[in-house]
C-alpha cells in the first residue's frame, strides 16, 4: 500500500484561520512539499507579509520571519545577503506585493536577489474586508468599489508577472493557478522551478498564483474556482514568462 | 474492489466542498448527517469500493484533511 497523498511535513500541526474553501492552504501545502522534496525545510527562511496569510508564521514548518506590509522582499533580501547559503522565501498577496510593496517587488527583481517569491493574486483585499486591489478586474465589485471598478476611476488591473519578466534579474517568472488538480500540479512544477533557480544561484525567481476568495468575492469556494476560471485566468493568462536561458 | 483508501482527518475538515468537485468516481459528498467540532459538515467517501487512489480530493483540500492510500 502506496501513500498518494498526505499532509505535508512542511507544515505544522496547528490549523489554519483561513477561511473555508481559501486557497491559500493549497498554495501553503504546495510550498510545504516542494520545500520537503528538495529537502531544504531545515535551511528555509521564509517571510510573511500583512494580510489574509500573515500568519503563515505560525503554519510553514520551517524558520519564518515577519515583515512590515508589503516589505518582504526587503527583509529577505537582508537575510540572504547576511546568510547566503539558506533558501529564502517570501509570501505575499496582491495587496501586499502589487499595491504597497510594488517598489520593493520591482527593485528586488532589479537587484536580481537570490530568492523566491510566492504571489498570491485573488484580485481583492482580503483580510481588511474587501477593498478594491490594484489588481482588482474591471467590474468587480468591492467594498470601495461598490458599482464595480472602472477604468476611468482606477485604470486597468495591474499584470505582476508581465512587468517583472521585462526586467533581467527577475530569471524565473511564472502565472500558475489552483483551480484543479491538473494545474495544481503545474503550479508545484513552477514552484519547484523557482526554489531550484534560488539553488543553483541563478536570480530572482517569482511564481504568481490565482487563488479565490470566496468571503469577499461572495460566493461559495466551488463558485469561487468557476470565477476565477472564467474571469481571472482570461486577464491574467497562465503560463511561463521567463526562464533562466533566456536571460542575457 | 477497491484501489484505494481515503481517511479524513473529520475535526480539522471545514466543509468548503472544494474535495467533492473533482472526484472521477463522484464518491467524495458532505456528510450532511455529522457536525464536527468546528460546526461544519465534514467531508466523507461513501462507497469507499469505488475508489480508485488518484488523490485528487486530497490535492484539492486546502486544509490537509485527507489521506489517501492506493494497493
Known amino acids: ?248 | 474492489m477497491a484501489k484505494g483508501k481515503v481517511t479524513f482527518n473529520e475535526d480539522i475538515c471545514k466543509g468548503c466542498g472544494l474535495c467533492t468537485t473533482n472526484c472521477p468516481v463522484k464518491i467524495v459528498k458532505m456528510d450532511t448527517s455529522k457536525i464536527n467540532i468546528k460546526g461544519f459538515h465534514p467531508a466523507a467517501v461513501f462507497e469507499m469500493d469505488k475508489c480508485i487512489g488518484c488523490g485528487n480530493c486530497a490535492i484539492m483540500c486546502p486544509d490537509s484533511v485527507i489521506t489517501v492510500e492506493r494497493f
Open chain 1, 1 to 248: 500500500m502506496a501513500i498518494v497523498a498526505q499532509k505535508s511535513k512542511g507544515l505544522t500541526d496547528k490549523e489554519t484561520h483561513y477561511c473555508p474553501g481559501c486557497t491559500h492552504g493549497i498554495i501553503h501545502k504546495l510550498v510545504a512539499e516542494v520545500l520537503e522534496e528538495l529537502d531544504v525545510l531545515g535551511e528555509t527562511i521564509g517571510v510573511a507579509p500583512v494580510g489574509c496569510s500573515v500568519l503563515a508564521y505560525d503554519y510553514f514548518n520551517c524558520d519564518m520571519h515577519e515583515a512590515s506590509h508589503g516589505r518582504a522582499p526587503a527583509v529577505a533580501t537582508g537575510i540572504k545577503r547576511v546568510m547566503p547559503d539558506k533558501v529564502v522565501f517570501t509570501y505575499q498577496g496582491d495587496g501586499d506585493l502589487a499595491s504597497i510593496g510594488t517598489a520593493e517587488i520591482v527593485h528586488v527583481a532589479h537587484r536580481g536577489e537570490k530568492i523566491t517569491t510566492i504571489f498570491v493574486n485573488n484580485a481583492i483585499y482580503g483580510m481588511t474586508g474587501g477593498q478594491m486591489a490594484p489588481t482588482t478586474l474591471i467590474g468587480q465589485r468591492a467594498t470601495t468599489a461598490p458599482l464595480g471598478r472602472t477604468v476611468e476611476h482606477s485604470g486597468m488591473p495591474l499584470r505582476v508577472s508581465e512587468m517583472l519578466a521585462t526586467i533581467t534579474g527577475a530569471v524565473f517568472v511564472e502565472r500558475v493557478s489552483v483551480d484543479t488538480p491538473a494545474n495544481i500540479r503545474k503550479a508545484k512544477k513552477a514552484i519547484k522551478e523557482a526554489f531550484q533557480c534560488q539553488l543553483e544561484g541563478k536570480g530572482f525567481s517569482i511564481v504568481e498564483v490565482l487563488s479565490t476568495c470566496p468571503t469577499n468575492w461572495g460566493m461559495t469556494p466551488i463558485d469561487s474556482l468557476k470565477w476565477l476560471q472564467d474571469n481571472l485566468i482570461p486577464y491574467y493568462p497562465l503560463g511561463n514568462f521567463r526562464k533562466p536561458g533566456e536571460v542575457k
